[in-house]
């Protein structure tokens, strides 16, 4: 069991806790990453923008308002004064952004500012989080859009044993529009994994190894991703979102912890990590 433990896994944010710790990984922080320092800076941020209530003006408004509350949506890129351009906050669960399906981005919108613009945005906020993949509705924009991407650094955080399990490589920036997502064959593997929307907490998700997503580029040209491993499930994570699902609907239950336990022993009768 011990060993199945140090294969506690996340798949989203690499915090600056695990940043700091680069250099000892025997580390608790880094093994069980702790979000607090991360959620400390995004309050810091919420507040900044707060302070300049812009509004947003886009066409996306669905059950919930975007010019109220809604920072999320706010303020694209909207001058902090000193040049730092103010990014969507990540929208956190329980907006009904989040639980409803997306829309297809509709062809004469490929290519136009405000679509350009949301995906820049989403690429600016994944990394900014940090985290390696973002889906439009996590930014308060009904569409399907998905941005993600692994990087060496980012892996070099996490333990070697842990990433050789996960099958987790590094891969160039993937911006995907109305992808549909296949499985390959029933492979299934089960990690814990962890949600920008869904801060502090993990739960292992059954997800399949292999996955094969055909979509749109942003400059509109089909395209085809044949993922395994790490990306495949960065994926399926990322498509759920666009069909108005969290992984909390898909995790086994029993698992759900704050990131602090991450380590800790599952729970009698749960799946044992790992490939099956
Ligand atoms: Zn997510």
Redesign the pocket.
Known sequence: MESIHRFSHRI?PLTFSEKCFKNSKTNRFLRNPVLGIHENREQTFKSRVSELKPAFNGNFITRKSYTSSSRARAGWLLGLGDKKPILPEIVKAGDPVLHEPARDVSIDEIGSEKIEKIIDDMIKVMRNAPGVGL?AP?IGIPLKIIVLEDTKEYIGYALKEETKAQDRRPFDLLVILNPKLKKKNNKTAFFFEG???VGGFRAVVERYLEVEVTGLGRDGRPIKVDASGWQARILQ?ECD?LDGT??VDKMVPRTFRIVENLDLPLPTGCPKIGVH
């Open positions: 989203l889906a996590q949600c920008l929307s994570h979102h969290i992984y």
